[in-house]
């Protein structure tokens, strides 16, 4: 929807980039997205202001942060 910019990598992370919408700043964005994947366990990095850096993991987890993310923009 143009509300993120996924980095692609060659690494286990990627970097999600949430950009300024009129539900609020990329930053804003970011941060509650940080805490509410942190309140469901799932641990990601907040950096630069307005990304997440996720680390992939197991398929469970993986799972479990699809679920979560697509939840929290539901």
Known sequence: ???YRLYPSATNFV???FK???SGTGSERAKEM???LKREGILVR???GDCLRITAGTEKENDA???A???HIA
């Open 1 to 3: 929807d143009g509300a």
């Open 15 to 17: 970097l999600l980039r």
């Open 20 to 22: 300024d919408t009129a």
């Open 34 to 36: 940080f805490e509410s």
């Open 46 to 48: 907040y950096i630069l």
């Open 65 to 67: 942060l699809l679920s």
């Open 69 to 71: 993310f697509f939840a």
